[in-house]
Nanobody, 123 residues
Framework: QVQVVESGGGLVQPGASLRLSCAAS????????MGWLRQAPGKSRELVAA???????IYADSVKGRFTISKHNANNTMSLQMNSLKSEDTAVYYC?????????????????WGQGTQVTVSS
């Protein structure tokens, strides 16, 4: 299993940008599917964005046009560029590498969750 460490979260005002990074413990060159998920207080974990086969992307409707997922094979990282942040984006963000692509959705793999990174959007 690939171990991951998320970073880049913080406290920002509405409309600001953040770039989250996910560092993997080994090469992700051959990994077929990976994604970012988030969990807000009192809510279940939800998919934010996924990258399938190095090119196809899946985004939650709430973040389309604002967030961009990218894979960086050279340094075994995945990123999530978040622009025009809203208060409803406040959550702990987790990356997940090596899940399944099923019915146009990303199903995360269990057992290799990182500690997550907190994103708080507040004025």
């Amino acid at each position: 299993q690939v171990q991951v460490v998320e970073s880049g979260g913080g406290l920002v005002q509405p409309g600001a940008s953040l770039r989250l990074s996910c560092a993997a413990s080994r090469s992700i060159l051959s990994i077929y599917a990976m994604g970012w998920l988030r969990q807000a207080p009192g809510k279940s974990r939800e998919l934010v964005a996924a990258l399938i086969d190095g090119g196809r992307t899946i985004y939650a409707d709430s973040v389309k046009g604002r967030f961009t997922i990218s894979k960086h094979n050279a340094n075994n990282t995945m990123s999530l560029q978040m622009n025009s942040l809203k208060s409803e984006d406040t959550a702990v963000y987790y990356c997940n590498i090596g899940g399944r692509y099923e019915s146009n959705n990303y199903v995360p793999t269990e057992g290799n969750w990182g500690q997550g990174t907190q994103v708080t959007v507040s004025s």
